[in-house]
Nanobody, 119 residues
Framework: QVQLVESGGGLVQAGGSLRLSCAVSGNIFSINAMGWFRRAPGKGREFVATITWRGGSTTYADSVKGRFTISRDNAKKMVYLQMNSLKPDDTGRYYC????????????WGQGTQVTVSS
């Protein structure tokens, strides 16, 4: 079984940057891809970015393209989300998750890390 632990969230002013980290442990050989998702207060879960575990191919939500970068370090078993030019609309709890071959989330999620962007 795979376990995920996110870190790196915090309070930042609009225009600032944060880097989120997701530590992966367990049976990493079963992982097809990883993704970051977020949930803003009163809203549903929103896709942010995905990355395949082996090839490193990435996808992004239109709302974060050009501002966020997803990456992974297979040797360290880490997945990162570099967030630049943050906006108040980026506020929410950010989660990493393992993805299936269709890049849809499985039932393996971390506990999340809170990001708050002040205007």
């Amino acid at each position: 079984q795979v376990q995920l632990v996110e870190s790196g969230g915090g309070l930042v002013q609009a225009g600032g940057s944060l880097r989120l980290s997701c530590a992966v442990s367990g049976n990493i050989f079963s992982i097809n891809a990883m993704g970051w998702f977020r949930r803003a207060p009163g809203k549903g879960r929103e896709f942010v970015a995905t990355i395949t575990w082996r090839g490193g191919s990435t996808t992004y939500a239109d709302s974060v393209k050009g501002r966020f970068t997803i990456s992974r370090d297979n040797a360290k078993k880490m997945v990162y989300l570099q967030m630049n030019s943050l906006k108040p609309d980026d506020t929410g709890r950010y989660y990493c998750a393992t993805l299936n071959q269709w890049l849809k989330p499985t039932n393996i999620w971390g506990q999340g890390t809170q990001v708050t962007v002040s205007s």
